[in-house]
């Protein structure tokens, strides 16, 4: 365990002090700037501490960061607009909804291609050529074709997050539905199995490994998802809504403190995605590895 963790340690150890480094010469301009308007010469030492505390940085220091992060998740009430507990609960709502329509979806369309070889040829083209289209083309458009049908709220930013979402479960499981070998298959048929009988006690059972490991990519595209479909919305609440303010208002420590916490949700949802994988694994009678 501890020689796993040392190379980690390491990396996060260097990637910090890149960001350091790279904080102090983004930011340096700027500082010299307000030191020579305000007729200042400080030293090497004063001058790298002044990069290091700007309200405004042009790249906010990882100590700036933390301390916000700290701030806006454990300092402050979850009702506020401004805690990121809060923001990042919006935002989770829609993630969990768009990803269950898009888990559901990708099923669908994956069983329909397995069985139905004309869906094979002329679908899958047309769901790969969809995730060429940049999400900040199509959810303007979904945004503003549901707002004319009166569907605003929750609903149009699940469906930004179902887009995203559906793509990786759809391929994941027409591999794995068609993982099982041929000689399985000749044994299911030797046995005078129905179809259906073939694809509950052979297929599916074969998939759901596949079936999770698209799912843990799939959770975190609807994080993005849900995160994209907050910006043309002019939400006031959730992650992509602390982005947008934070972009307006120069708050580059905003920013990246919520860039922060959607990769914690994100890291949390992919765990937990994770161990239903295992305990499905167990439940079936899978063995640890």
Do not use: C
């Not at 307000?34 to 501490?49: H, K, M, S, W």
């Amino acid at each position: 365990m501890k020689q796993s963790a040392l190379p980690v340690a390491i990396i996060l150890l260097a990637l910090v002090v890149v960001w350091y480094v790279m904080a102090v010469i983004l930011n340096a301009p700027f500082q010299r700037d307000l030191d020579r308007r305000a007729n200042q010469t400080p030293g090497v030492v004063e001058f790298i501490g002044k990069t290091l505390a700007q309200p405004k940085p042009t790249l906010p220091a990882p100590h700036q960061v933390a301390v916000n992060f700290f701030e806006n998740t454990f300092l402050r009430s979850i009702t506020s607009n401004r805690s990121l507990v809060y923001n990042a609960w919006v935002t989770l709502s829609s993630t969990l909804l768009g990803f269950a329509f898009g888990t559901a979806l990708g099923i669908v369309i994956a069983v329909g291609i397995v069985h139905v070889a004309t869906l094979d040829r002329s679908l899958m083209p047309w769901i790969i050529a969809s995730q060429t289209i940049p999400i900040l083309a199509v959810a303007p458009m979904i945004i503003v074709v549901l707002a004319a049908v009166g569907i605003t709220g929750l609903i149009p930013k699940a469906l930004i997050s179902t887009y995203l979402s559906f793509f990786p479960v759809a391929v994941g499981m027409v591999k794995g539905l068609r993982s099982p070998e041929l000689t399985h298959l000749d044994l299911m048929h030797t046995y005078n199995a129905s179809p259906s009988q073939t694809f509950w006690k052979l297929r599916v059972p074969a998939s759901v490994p596949f079936l999770f490991t698209s799912m843990k990519v799939a959770v975190a595209a609807s994080l993005v998802g849900a995160i994209v479909g907050e910006l043309p919305t002019g939400a006031v609440a959730g992650i992509g809504a602390k982005l947008l303010a934070g972009a307006y208002y120069s708050q580059t420590i905003d920013i990246w403190s919520a860039l922060v916490a959607g990769s914690v949700v994100a890291a949390l949802l992919v765990m937990l995605v994770g161990i239903a994988g295992r305990l499905v694994d167990r439940a079936m009678g899978g063995r640890p590895a």
